[in-house]
């Protein structure tokens, strides 16, 4: 049993985004990518492109989404948010040598 001071943290958060539990849902409810995609007003091309990744839900789709499933919204967002930064290339100063202001830390963030 854990007591109040220990704490379970998940490590495979940013391997899951939107998409996994939209297509989990539509697999286990038999629900088609067609149907599902007028229900939220979506075209099927960015259904199929959010499903692949190539292509992430906005906030009003997430909404959407809510509406016809019960999904929460902020949690399909949040999944979509940590999986983007997980698999994003961090930016670092030899991508702009042109300018020497480019990622210098302002003072106060060291403090």
Request: overall charge neutral; charged content about 25%.
């Amino acid at each position: 049993m854990l007591n109040r001071k220990n704490k379970i943290v998940p490590s495979d958060l940013a391997e899951y985004s939107a998409a996994d539990t939209i297509a989990e849902t539509l697999q286990f409810r038999h629900i088609s990518q067609v149907d599902f995609a007028k229900r939220i007003g979506v075209s099927e091309k960015h259904l199929s492109q959010v499903l692949h990744r190539k292509a992430f839900i906005s906030p009003t789709v997430a909404l959407s989404i809510e509406e016809v499933t019960g999904i929460p919204a902020h949690m399909l967002l949040e999944k979509d948010m940590r999986y983007q930064l997980a698999h994003t290339e961090r930016p670092t100063r030899g991508n702009n040598p042109e300018n020497s202001e480019y990622l210098k830390q302002y003072d106060w963030v060291l403090a």
